[in-house]
């Protein structure tokens, strides 16, 4: 099934605001996947940067042994080999819209901004990641193998 998805540019994650809306970017969902990148290549030491910090908060829930940082829980899978497991466009539908896989999972769609409930009115519109963040999470996940 092909699905379409309208994002905002713009960077916002709890009181953390990084961006003003910027462009629109169009993606197509094919299967597992979001083939084509969001943007530019990405940059891997800027991921790991977004996958330790404020920005993807991944290490929330899942464990990065590879990253020498603490993570705080096990909700999620560990990323250890995830390259390897994943392709880049598996990794890029997981990191934009986690849900489209599967409705109960607890990972926040990072790069979508619609059909939300209770977001506060500062909030609506604003996905947490930018379009090129998304693609240095994904270029760093990448090197996990």
């Known amino acids: 099934m092909r699905q379409f998805g309208w994002m905002v540019l713009l960077t916002a994650l709890a009181s953390h605001v990084v961006a003003a809306p910027d462009a629109l970017v169009r993606y197509r969902v094919e299967a597992d996947a979001i083939a084509q990148p969001l943007a530019a290549p990405g940059d891997a030491g800027r991921g790991l940067e977004i996958l330790t910090g404020r920005d993807g908060n ?39 819209d986690s849900m489209r896989l599967n409705r109960d999972t607890i990972m926040p769609s990072y790069y979508r901004t619609d059909g939300f409930n209770g977001v506060a009115a500062s909030w609506r519109g604003k996905p947490i990641l930018t379009a090129q963040q998304v693609e240095d999470l994904v270029a760093y996940l990448q090197t996990l193998r």
């Open 58 to 96: 991944c290490l929330l829930c899942h464990a990065v042994p590879e990253t020498g940082k603490r993570f705080m829980g096990n909700l999620a899978p560990p990323l250890s080999a995830v390259g390897s497991r994943l392709n880049a466009a598996q990794l890029r539908l997981r990191i934009v």
